[in-house]
């Protein structure tokens, strides 16, 4: 399990990821004149209804699962018939071999390994999870970010091979600066190729300015 994924586990919250983003974040902004930090907020659509379960069942036999074990997880998840009832009336069924049931309390723990390899790959760059909700996080010295745009293709190209859709309008990019200069707005887009199946403008547009780190509250 990824040590970074804050969610559907026992003693922790989002307090604690809040914390770790926090902690990180004042740590760097400490150690050098000129440092910042920006972070992306990444929202998916419909993260638990894309799961593959054949790419579910290889990450599981990856982490050391019992074949049995995977195999009937991937019976679990495929072919489950699903229809709709409003009132009196229920819709024809539909079979799905797509997704996590809602509900289910297994669910939201093989959703957890189902991305336990969406990791940063880079010391500059954090990635940090709660349920689908999760925050790429670039640690900027002497104005060079080019690891975290590397970052974020990287998460981009992980979505793609993992099924999973960003919800671009919700994908937004918090910068936290303590020095005096302007930064530059990024303003940045995605590849829209037909593998991608997201469309529209990752606008990184939102900022926090603080005088200096001595003034921010610490834990």
Known sequence: MDPLQFAYRHNRSTDDAIAHLLHTTLTHLDEGRGNYVKMLFVKYS???????PSLLTTKLEDLGLHTSLCDWISNFLTDRPQSVRVGNCISSTLTLSTGAPQGCVLSPLL?????????????STIIVKFADDTVVMGLISDNDERTYLEEIKHLENWCQENNLLLNVSKTKELIVDCSKKQLPTCEDKWNHGGKNRVSG???F?????CPGPATLTRW
């Open 46 to 52: 419909s993260a638990f209804n894309t799961i593959i």
């Open 205 to 209: 547009t939102s900022r926090r300015t």
């Open 201 to 203: 403008t990752l606008e």
């Open 111 to 123: 959703y957890s390994l189902y991305t336990y390899d969406c990791t940063a790959t880079s010391s």
